[in-house]
């Protein structure tokens, strides 16, 4: 099993950053990616980024150039830095990690930005 604690969530003014991290720990035998999602009052969870194990990048257009991914592997950890917010990244923010093929998904840490 593979849990994932994640950190960083709260509330912003427009136009504020903020950081997002999150750890895995357990069974972490291969790391295909990690990544976040988000997820905002009724809508579908959508990507936001993620990184695979040869560094190819995803990006969802939304945050393109505002937002940035970084990876510790010797912590098995993500982190997201969030510049520029907007009110429309208002969402939960979901750490996700595929290890030998399979996703997990952390608990969610809800950001907020106010306009």
């Known amino acids: 099993q593979v849990q994932l604690v994640e950190s960083g969530g709260g509330l912003v003014q427009t136009g504020g950053s903020l950081r997002l991290s999150c750890v895995a720990s357990g069974s972490i035998f291969n790391i295909n990616a990690m990544g976040w999602y988000r997820q905002a009052p009724g809508n579908q969870r959508e990507l936001v980024t993620r990184?695979?194990?040869?560094?190819?990048?995803t990006w969802a257009d939304s945050v393109k150039g505002r937002f940035t991914i970084s990876r510790d592997n010797a912590k098995n950890a993500v982190s997201l830095q969030m510049n520029r917010l907007k009110p429309e990244d208002t969402a939960v923010y979901y750490c996700?990690?595929?290890?030998?093929?399979?996703?997990?998904w952390g608990k969610g840490t809800l950001v907020t930005v106010s306009s």
């Open positions: 996700n990690v595929v290890v030998n093929g399979v996703n997990y």
């Open positions: 990184i695979t194990s040869d560094d190819r990048t």
